[in-house]
Each structure stands twice: as C-alpha cells, then as structure tokens.
T-cell receptor, first 113, second 113 residues
Framework: DTAVSQTPKYLVTQMGNDKSIKCEQNLGHDTMYWYKQDSKKFLKIMFSYNNKELIINETVPNRFSPKSPDKAHLNLHINSLELGDSAVYFC????????????FGSGTRLTVV | GENVEQHPSTLSVQEGDSAVIKCTYSDSASNYFPWYKQELGKGPQLIID?????GEKKDQRIAVTLNKTAKHFSLHITETQPEDSAVYFC????????????FGQGTELSVKP
C-alpha cells in the first residue's frame, strides 16, 4: 500500500500549457505539503495545508495554485508553464507540524519544453 | 533568513568505513532536526531525527548528534554498506511554522565495495 501517492510520475509539456499534479495520502495525516526539488537537488517548500486550510505559501508565483478537497488530498495546478518550472515536485504529509517526520511521495518529474 | 548549510556535497568511502555529514543551522529557534535519505528516482525517506532537548540519538548503524550552542548537528553512519549509497539531506524546523522544513543542500554518499 503506497502511503503518499502522486500522479503522474512524469509530465512533459510545452511552455504556456496548464497542468495538474495530484497527491493522495492514506496515513490519516492532517498536514500535507508540496516541495520543489531543482536540478541541483535542493528541496524547497512551496505550500502546506493543515486540515484543508492553507498555512504556508512560500513566495510561489500565483501561477501555482494548490487545492485540498479533503485532508487526504492535495493537488497542484500550474498555469502558463515556463521553462524554469522544470523540476521534481514532491508531495509529503505529516501528523501535526511534522515533529514525527514527513512521509514523501515518489515525486513528479515535470519537464517544460 | 533561515538557512541550513550541509557539508560535504559529495563523500566517497570504502565499504565498512564510517561516514560523517555535518550541518549548521542559522535560526536558534529551530528545535527539530530530521535526516532524510533519497535514493535515485525516489522521494526522501526519514532515517533518523533529533529534538533540541536531546544531544545524541542512535539507531543501529546510524547516529545523530546535536550541539545547540554551536548550532551544529551531524549524521554518523558506521560500517557503511553499498546500499547506503544515496543523497542524504539534513533539515531544521521550528514548532510554530506549520511544519516547514528548511533543508540542507544534500550530500551524495558513495560506498565503494
């Protein structure tokens, strides 16, 4: 049973397109996150939701819009994709503020051409 | 701003040797320090964590030490094995930021048989 699952695993798209990445966790956690890992493998938080409420929004362009329909799901929609959006996007979840650690998904590799 | 520096960026050891990875954090209010292992094509996986009220924690071949005064924490892996080869990330968190983790830049560990 996959604890945090993301779809799709790979996404190749042209500049200017709109795309979505979906994330679901079956751990019963109440907090979910989106992280971006760049080509140098640096991990940076983008968003955090607790019980469907946005609690962290880290200076991310407003082309990125997260949506949490319930506490087990956190989706990421990206409008007007740019070359610089190419990265691996990781979804993660935790119970509370993560002092028992996060569980990460396996990532979505987004390539914008 | 909040920052976590991690060294070295690459580390190569012989099987059976020890490996040490060091991190320094900037925000003295940080109180939770997890370590993650990321294998190729996978998401980061929590391997050990330490809280600010503890100086050292050990789990089989892995240990973490924390020096709050110096704002340093380190990961020690003893009796390394080829399957320990991966990218390792340290991170730091404060309790009042919705679970936000600040990650170090990562260390690519290679264990040669």
């Amino acid at each position: 049973d996959t604890a945090v699952s993301q779809t799709p695993k790979y996404l190749v798209t042209q500049m200017g397109n709109d795309k979505s990445i979906k994330c679901e966790q079956n751990l019963g956690h109440d907090t979910m996150y989106w992280y971006k890992q760049d080509s140098k493998k640096f991990l940076k938080i983008m968003f955090s939701y607790n019980n469907k409420e946005l609690i962290i929004n880290e200076t991310v362009p407003n082309r990125f819009s997260p949506k949490s329909p319930d506490k087990a799901h956190l989706n990421l929609h990206i409008n007007s994709l740019e070359l610089g959006d190419s990265a691996v996007y990781f979804c993660a979840s935790s119970q509370g503020t993560g002092k028992r650690g996060y569980t990460f998904g396996s990532g979505t590799r987004l390539t914008v051409v | 701003g909040e920052n976590v520096e991690q060294h070295p960026s690459t580390l190569s050891v012989q099987e059976g040797d020890s490996a040490v990875i060091k991190c320094t954090y900037s925000d003295s209010a940080s109180n939770y320090f997890p370590w993650y292992k990321q294998e190729l094509g996978k998401g980061p996986q929590l391997i050990i964590d330490i809280r600010s009220n503890v100086g050292e924690k050990k789990d089989q071949r892995i240990a973490v030490t924390l020096n709050k005064t110096a704002k340093h924490f380190s990961l020690h892996i003893t009796e390394t094995q080829p399957e320990d080869s991966a990218v390792y990330f340290c991170a730091a968190s404060k309790g009042n930021q919705g679970g936000k983790l600040i990650f170090g830049q990562g260390t690519e560990l290679s264990v040669k048989p």
